[in-house]
């Protein structure tokens, strides 16, 4: 899907799943160049289909932000911890 960021006017959000069957969230520039990595992988928490453990923090926070703003991502009431950060649970709406 086609989203535009502030930072990158011009961006895909791209779909796939991790090994453990977890979807997994990529958001690239127009060129399909890789920018951010939005998911995280993570096999200590159940997830529902069209769920991901939102990495919002260093590189990825203006991003994450900018989807949680446009409900792109929805954010649900659950979180787990990814080393010293906590990250929220969000449904993704595309």
Same mark, same amino acid.
């Given at each position: ?9 011009d ?13 997994? /969230? ?18 200590? /928490?159940?997830?529902?289909s069209?769920?991901? /453990? ?25 979180? /787990? ?14």
């Amino acid at each position: 899907m086609n989203i535009k960021s502030e930072k990158y006017p011009d961006g895909l959000i791209l779909k796939k799943n991790y090994p453990n069957g977890q979807l997994a /969230v990529f958001f690239h520039n127009n060129d399909g160049e890789p920018i951010a990595e939005l998911s995280v992988n993570e096999d200590s /928490v159940e997830l529902n289909s069209n769920e991901i /453990v939102l990495k919002d923090y260093a590189e990825n926070s203006q991003i994450a932000h900018e989807l949680l703003d446009s409900q792109i991502l929805i954010p649900t009431d659950r979180f /787990v911890l990814i080393g010293s950060n906590l990250c929220p649970i969000c449904k993704i709406a595309i």
